[in-house]
């Protein structure tokens, strides 16, 4: 519980310009090097995990998720967030307790199923749901996911999914993929902390702390950066034959 606490007071009180800012691990060894570099708390993604088992995003089998989740929080002293994607349809009192057995102190669920957003209120029980079987626990991390899918008006349809989420318990919410020009009005309209994606060559993370973001992380980019950089060693070592 005390890991919990410390990476829920985390996203409190923080100034404008100083947002969490929680790097993405997608093996051990990748989490090892975050937490040498002086982050206080790190944040799985799935789209990163299922690279490094071989799958594509969204379709790693969950007993392998979960397994790569705890070497992740085995590796490191930090605490660890774990996205497990819309949950693998597992009832709530079965994600939360596989969430535990990994040792993770936080979860991201996505309000998304194979490509399709999920009726908000539907969600926000099922949320609900989730943070009753977990207590105080577990961090829930709502993603949004309007901006990735079909909507008339994201900003406006991400309020209100938002709201309805914080009100069934949501510690934070995630609109993914938010662009920085929104982040001022997702923040007059959602009470609590706001999660936002950034690319790691891309906007500064202090002007999106300003823009209205508390917390933020990059997906799989930090894991697409290194096999970036992989492959051209890779490249190097072939030319050199």
């Not at 890991?3 to 100083?18: I, K, Q, T």
């Not at 790190?42 to 989740?69: C, H, I, K, N, R």
């Not at 669920?109 to 490509?115: C, Q, R």
């Not at 823009?211 to 190097?236: D, H, K, N, W, Y």
Request: include cysteine; aromatic fraction near 4%; proline fraction near 7%.
């Amino acid at each position: 519980m005390g890991e919990v606490r410390m990476f829920r007071a985390l996203h409190h009180d923080r100034a404008p310009g100083d947002p969490l800012v929680l790097p993405g691990p997608w093996d051990a060894a990748s989490a090892r090097v975050f937490e040498e570099a002086g982050f206080p708390a790190l944040a799985t993604p799935s789209a990163g995990v299922a690279a490094s088992l071989g799958y594509e995003d969204g379709s790693t089998p969950a007993a392998e998720m979960f397994a790569a989740v705890t070497r992740i929080v085995r590796a490191v002293s930090v605490p660890v967030s774990a996205d497990v994607e819309s949950g693998y349809g597992l009832a709530p009192k079965e994600l939360v307790e596989r969430v535990l057995e990994t040792g993770a102190v936080g979860v991201n669920l996505e309000d998304s199923v194979e490509g399709v957003l999920q009726d908000p209120r539907r969600h926000a029980d099922r949320l609900a749901e989730v943070r009753a079987e977990a207590g105080d626990r577990l961090f829930i991390n709502a993603r949004v996911d309007t901006f990735v899918r079909e909507a008339a008006d994201p900003v406006a349809a991400a309020v209100n999914r938002a709201r309805l989420y914080v009100a069934a318990g949501a510690d934070c919410v995630y609109p993914i993929l938010a662009p920085v020009e929104a982040l001022p009005e997702l923040r007059a309209g959602i009470e609590g902390p706001i999660n936002a994606a950034a690319h790691p060559s891309g906007v500064s993370l202090r002007s999106m702390g300003e823009a209205g973001a508390t917390r933020i992380t990059f997906g799989p980019g930090l894991q697409m950066g290194a096999m970036a950089s992989l492959a051209e060693v890779a490249r190097g070592l072939r030319s050199g034959l």
